[in-house]
């Protein structure tokens, strides 16, 4: 009999962790024009494991901001793994509530197994800091989209995803647990984890059936000048929408997006 060649759910988690998968500060550099990158959160330190600042996208200016895991061992121990410190959200923060001020779009690249889980981290306030910036998302007076483009893990994702649009990559992942996470506490047995991604409905088709983004992005061009063209395209268009509705309109709209997910015999989108 023929083995089935279908892509499980753990197959997608694999894809959003491959290596070679374009990092957030490549989607920086082919989408953006004149990016300036500020850093620190005015609190304690510059978290590289997100980058953030202001640019232009196609004319516009905007804040963009990214979970950067880096491309080699060097860069992913400078950015430690795109697992971002408690300084790193209130980094993120600052540069939305800046954005906010001088009423600039803000654009999120989300891509991160996690918040950082050390000791100093959770001295430093790191619930807090993501608790913060959920509420503040909640709220922010301008228009916001973010855009899984590999993993989105838990609370340390979800503090940059609080947007008015969500956007995944087909193989992106997201999640409040990883797989491996979620199985050893079920089952006592990581290996497991295959089982667990299935019940987890972390794929960008679930979460798109669920109403949790509004769009999935297929990926046969990724890494392509081609790709980033029409993503820049689509995030422009998506903008211009969002900046005819005034303040009421906008904040009312996104509260409305949240609050209806999970309602039983809620349309998908």
Same mark, same amino acid.
């Not at 490549?26 to 004149?34: L, R």
């Not at 620190?40 to 232009?56: F, L, P, S």
């Not at 297929?218 to 395209?233: H, Q, R, S, T």
């Not at 209806?260 to 998908?268: A, C, I, T, Y």
């Given at each position: =009999?023929?083995?089935?060649?279908?892509?499980t759910?753990? /197959?997608?988690?694999?894809?959003?962790?491959?290596?070679g998968?374009?990092?957030?500060?490549?989607?920086?550099d082919? =989408?953006?024009?004149?990016?300036?990158?500020?850093?620190?959160? &005015?609190?304690?330190?510059d978290?590289?494991?997100i980058?953030?600042?202001? #640019?232009?996208?196609a004319g516009r200016?905007?804040?963009?901001?990214?979970?950067e895991?880096?491309?080699? $061992?060097k860069?992913?121990?400078?950015?430690? @793994?795109? #697992?971002?410190h408690?300084? *790193?959200?209130?980094?993120?923060?600052?540069? =939305?509530?800046?954005?906010?001020?001088?009423?600039r779009?803000?654009?999120?690249?989300?891509?991160?197994?996690?918040?950082?889980?050390g000791?100093?981290a959770?001295?430093r306030?790191?619930?807090?800091?993501?608790?913060?910036?959920?509420?503040?998302?909640? $709220?922010?007076?301008?228009?916001?989209?973010?855009i899984?483009i590999?993993?989105?893990?838990?609370?340390?994702? %979800?503090?940059?995803?609080?947007? /008015?649009?969500?956007?995944?990559? +087909?193989?992106a992942?997201?999640?409040?647990?990883?797989?491996e996470?979620?199985?050893?506490?079920?089952?006592? /047995?990581?290996?497991? #984890?295959?089982?667990a991604?299935?019940?987890?409905?972390?794929?960008?088709?679930? #979460?798109?059936?669920?109403?949790?983004?509004?769009? =999935?992005i297929?990926?046969?061009?990724?890494?392509? /000048?081609? @790709?980033?063209?029409?993503?820049?395209?689509?995030? $422009?268009? +998506?903008?211009?929408?969002?900046e +005819? %509705?005034?303040? $009421?309109?906008?904040?009312?709209?996104?509260?409305? &997006?949240?609050?209806?997910?999970?309602?039983? *015999? &809620?349309?998908?989108?």
């Amino acid at each position: =009999m023929a083995k089935s060649t279908a892509v499980t759910a753990y /197959d997608k988690v694999k894809l959003a962790r491959q290596n070679g998968r374009p990092t957030g500060v490549e989607y920086i550099d082919h =989408m953006f024009q004149d990016f300036i990158e500020l850093h620190g959160d &005015r609190r304690y330190a510059d978290d590289k494991a997100i980058v953030g600042g202001i #640019a232009y996208l196609a004319g516009r200016p905007v804040t963009v901001i990214a979970i950067e895991k880096g491309r080699n $061992s060097k860069e992913r121990m400078a950015h430690n @793994f795109g #697992a971002p410190h408690p300084e *790193g959200y209130r980094k993120a923060l600052r540069l =939305m509530k800046q954005a906010e001020k001088f009423k600039r779009p803000v654009i999120c690249f989300v891509d991160t197994s996690g918040a950082y889980c050390g000791i100093g981290a959770e001295e430093r306030g790191e619930g807090q800091a993501i608790a913060e910036n959920i509420v503040e998302m909640m $709220s922010l007076k301008t228009p916001t989209i973010s855009i899984l483009i590999g993993e989105g893990g838990s609370g340390g994702a %979800l503090a940059l995803a609080v947007a /008015d649009r969500v956007w995944m990559l +087909e193989n992106a992942v997201y999640s409040v647990i990883s797989p491996e996470g979620c199985a050893s506490i079920l089952w006592k /047995d990581a290996s497991k #984890a295959d089982e667990a991604a299935e019940s987890l409905k972390l794929t960008a088709a679930d #979460a798109l059936s669920m109403g949790i983004i509004e769009q =999935m992005i297929p990926e046969n061009e990724l890494g392509k /000048d081609v @790709f980033y063209e029409k993503l820049g395209a689509m995030l $422009s268009r +998506e903008l211009r929408q969002l900046e +005819e %509705l005034n303040e $009421s309109d906008l904040l009312s709209r996104r509260f409305a &997006r949240f609050r209806s997910l999970g309602v039983p *015999g &809620r349309e998908e989108r």
